[in-house]
T-cell receptor, first 109, second 114 residues
Framework: GQNIDQPTEMTATEGAIVQINCTYQ??????LFWYQQHAGEAPTFLSY??LDGLEEKGRFSSFLSRSKGYSYLLLKELQMKDSASYLC??????????WGAGTKLIIKP | DADVTQTPRNRITKTGKRIMLECSQT?????MYWYRQDPGLGLRLIYY???????NKGEISDGYSVSRQAQAKFSLSLESAIPNQTALYFC?????????????FGEGSRLTVL
């Protein structure tokens, strides 16, 4: 079956760095997405990786290893507004998104 | 104004009632989707539509139906609501370029079935 695994919850300190991991098993693979979702709000797109390596976008970076079925989202210089859930999703061979349950990130002062 | 608008934002109803959730978009996207989100679970696809004459079942379509009235409008119906359909429902759109798959979500419709 198809599956996305990511930690349920993580805690980090304001100003620090945090890495949120995601492993996936899908029927084929056409890319890996990260979305941010604040409580009670809609998910918003953060990043898309289809090739191995690191994609940097400001304070956020996303990494992909296709051979390992693994991705991570790296958040630097954490701010209180980064408190949210981070959703990992993989695009399968039918171009359907398979979603993880999300990682709730709690930022402490 | 939001590019993807859902109505109602919140609805409480009783078992057996018919419910319609509406979605409209001003992004000009061809593709529209309905998802539900439950605590501890990933987003699950209910139905999707790639253009006005195209309707496809998703992962969990049982108990739901949809209508694509126009490029900009995609409605989700629960013909006879049941308590396990209590969830947060999201409409989403995307462009035709499926290689990116980036979705644009509405603000969500919270449905409670008593």
């Amino acid at each position: 079956g198809q599956n996305i695994d990511q930690p349920t919850e993580m805690t980090a300190t304001e100003g620090a760095i945090v890495q949120i991991n995601c492993t996936y098993q899908t029927s084929g693979f056409n890319g890996l997405f990260w979305y941010q979702q604040h409580a009670g709000e809609a998910p918003t797109f953060l990043s898309y990786n289809v090739l191995d390596g690191l994609e940097e976008k400001g304070r956020f970076s996303s990494f992909l290893s296709r051979s390992k079925g693994y991705s991570y989202l790296l958040l630097k210089e954490l701010q209180m507004k980064d408190s949210a859930s981070y959703l990992c999703a993989a695009l399968d061979s039918n171009y359907q998104l398979i979603w993880g349950a999300g990682t709730k990130l709690i930022i402490k002062p | 104004d939001a590019d993807v608008t859902q109505t109602p934002r919140n609805r409480i109803t009783k078992t057996g009632k018919r419910i319609m959730l509406e979605c409209s978009q001003t992004k000009g996207h061809d593709r529209m989707y309905w998802y539900r989100q439950d605590p501890g679970l990933g987003l699950r696809l209910i139905y999707y539509s790639f253009d006005v004459k195209d309707i496809n079942k998703g992962e969990i379509s049982d108990g739901y139906s949809v209508s694509r009235q126009a490029q900009a409008k995609f409605s989700l119906s629960l013909e006879s609501a049941i308590p396990n359909q209590t969830a947060l429902y999201f409409c989403a759109t995307s462009v035709k370029d499926r290689d990116t798959g980036e979705l644009f979500f509405g603000e969500g419709s919270r449905l409670t079935v008593l």
